[in-house]
């Protein structure tokens, strides 16, 4: 099956680190075949690696709306929207998430960093001091953060 093929060889592509082959490969798949998931992903994948930030946040958001139940790709349609300077996009997209995303720390972590930006002081600590619970290992990584210039002491 050529869908098949086509996607084992954007898998390729993308295992070789070059995005810009696997986006093309991804470019010569019908119009149905493009908009499924396994594509999409594969696709994001790709556009995130390239640092494609607008057309990420717009494949990203297009998954969350096919797996409306998937955490992840509302971590990364934040995310995404966050690199193109949208933060408030990105606070918005990411509250927008399934109830399971906030089990995860990361979606805290991520709500903090964007909060931050947006000059919300009280509900970023307040979320950082949350994934830090959850996962010590958040301690570290927010005193390296750019996103967290300045948030003061850690909890």
Known sequence: MRVDRTLEAATGWLELGLADEALAELGSLPDEARHQRAALELRLAAQMISESWNSAADTARLLC???ADEPVFFL???FCLHET????AACNWLLR???TLFKMPISHYNLARYLWTLGEARRARLHLRHAITMDESFREEAR?????AGIGQLP
């Open 65 to 67: 709306l096919k797996a």
């Open 97 to 99: 998430g399934p109830k």
């Open 85 to 88: 300077g949208d933060t408030l």
């Open 144 to 148: 390296q953060d750019r996103d967290l």
């Open 76 to 78: 990364r349609a934040a």
